[in-house]
C-alpha cells in the first residue's frame, strides 16, 4: 500500500508551445497529478523524468517547468535550488499541500530557429558594409574592419575582417560576428548567451 507521506503531490498543466509553422496553436492544456518520492521529489532532473512519463507529448521536446508566485509572476525551475524554493512555497514539507506546476513543451529546432530569426532581424537593421569599426584592425591583414567584425571569443584581443574569416584563418577557436560598432551588437551577444545559457538540456529516456 502507498504510504503518501512518503510521496510528494504534484498538479502539471502541460501545454505544447505553437510551432513555428503555426501548428499546435490553440495550445490546449492537459492537466494531470501525479507523486514523487520525497527523496527524488527535491531533484530538479528526477521531476523532468516523471514529467515525461506522465505526459507522453514531453518526450524528445524542449522542456520549460515553471509555477506561480505569491505575487502572481511564473517563475521558471531549472535547477534543484529553484525547485526546493518551490516545493517549500507550495508548503510541502507538511505533505498536505500539492504543488502545481507549468509545463510548456516546444520542438527543440522551434527554440533555435527563433533565435536565429531574431539575430538576422536585428543584424539586418544594423549592417552596414560599407561601415569601418573604429580603433579596431584585423588582425589576419592588420587592415581596418569593414562590415562584419569577428571577434574570438577565447582570445582577450584578437578580431579578423570577413575576408580573412572566410579564409578560415584562426579556425581554432570559435568566433562571434558584429554587424555593427555602434554598441548595438554588445547587446544582441548578451541576449544570445543569455538564451543558449537558459535553454534546458535534453534528457535521454
Same mark, same amino acid.
Given at each position: 500500500?502507498?504510504?503518501?507521506?512518503?510521496?510528494?503531490?504534484?498538479?502539471?498543466?502541460?501545454?505544447?508551445?505553437?510551432?513555428?509553422?503555426?501548428?499546435?496553436?490553440?495550445?490546449?492544456?492537459?492537466?494531470?497529478?501525479?507523486?514523487?518520492?520525497?527523496?527524488?521529489?527535491?531533484?530538479?532532473?528526477?521531476?523532468?523524468?516523471?514529467?515525461?512519463?506522465?505526459?507522453?507529448?514531453?518526450?524528445?521536446?524542449?522542456?520549460?517547468?515553471?509555477?506561480?508566485?505569491?505575487?502572481?509572476?511564473?517563475?521558471?525551475?531549472?535547477?534543484?535550488?529553484?525547485?526546493?524554493?518551490a516545493l517549500y512555497e507550495h508548503k510541502v514539507p507538511n505533505r498536505m499541500s500539492v504543488c502545481k506546476l507549468r509545463i510548456v513543451a516546444r520542438e527543440p529546432s522551434?527554440?533555435?530557429?527563433?533565435?536565429?530569426?531574431?539575430?538576422?532581424?536585428?543584424?539586418?537593421?544594423? +549592417? &552596414?558594409?560599407? $561601415?569601418?569599426?573604429? %580603433?579596431?584592425?584585423?588582425?589576419?591583414?592588420?587592415?581596418? #574592419? *569593414?562590415?562584419?567584425?569577428?571577434?574570438?571569443?577565447?582570445?582577450?584581443? +584578437? &578580431?579578423?575582417? $570577413?575576408?580573412?574569416? %572566410?579564409?578560415?584563418?584562426?579556425?581554432?577557436?570559435?568566433? #562571434? *560576428?558584429?554587424?555593427?560598432?555602434?554598441?548595438?551588437?554588445?547587446?544582441?551577444?548578451?541576449?544570445?548567451?543569455?538564451?543558449?545559457?537558459?535553454?534546458?538540456?535534453?534528457?535521454?529516456?
Amino acid at each position: 500500500m502507498i504510504n503518501p507521506a512518503d510521496f510528494v503531490s504534484f498538479k502539471g498543466y502541460f501545454t505544447l508551445a505553437p510551432t513555428i509553422a503555426g501548428e499546435n496553436a490553440e495550445g490546449a492544456t492537459e492537466v494531470r497529478r501525479f507523486m514523487i518520492p520525497v527523496g527524488e521529489a527535491f531533484k530538479f532532473l528526477s521531476v523532468m523524468e516523471k514529467v515525461k512519463c506522465v505526459f507522453p507529448s514531453a518526450k524528445d521536446k524542449v522542456i520549460k517547468i515553471s509555477w506561480t508566485d505569491s505575487d502572481g509572476d511564473d517563475v521558471v525551475i531549472d535547477s534543484d535550488e529553484e525547485l526546493a524554493i518551490a516545493l517549500y512555497e507550495h508548503k510541502v514539507p507538511n505533505r498536505m499541500s500539492v504543488c502545481k506546476l507549468r509545463i510548456v513543451a516546444r520542438e527543440p529546432s522551434d527554440q533555435a530557429s527563433t533565435d536565429d530569426q531574431d539575430m538576422q532581424v536585428a543584424e539586418e537593421d544594423v +549592417y &552596414d558594409p560599407r $561601415a569601418i569599426h573604429p %580603433g579596431i584592425t584585423c588582425d589576419g591583414c592588420e587592415d581596418s #574592419v *569593414r562590415g562584419y567584425r569577428y571577434k574570438c571569443l577565447v582570445c582577450p584581443d +584578437y &578580431d579578423l575582417c $570577413a575576408r580573412c574569416e %572566410g579564409e578560415e584563418i584562426h579556425s581554432q577557436h570559435n568566433m #562571434v *560576428r558584429m554587424a555593427s560598432a555602434q554598441g548595438t551588437w554588445s547587446f544582441l551577444l548578451i541576449r544570445q548567451r543569455v538564451r543558449a545559457a537558459r535553454r534546458i538540456p535534453q534528457t535521454k529516456t
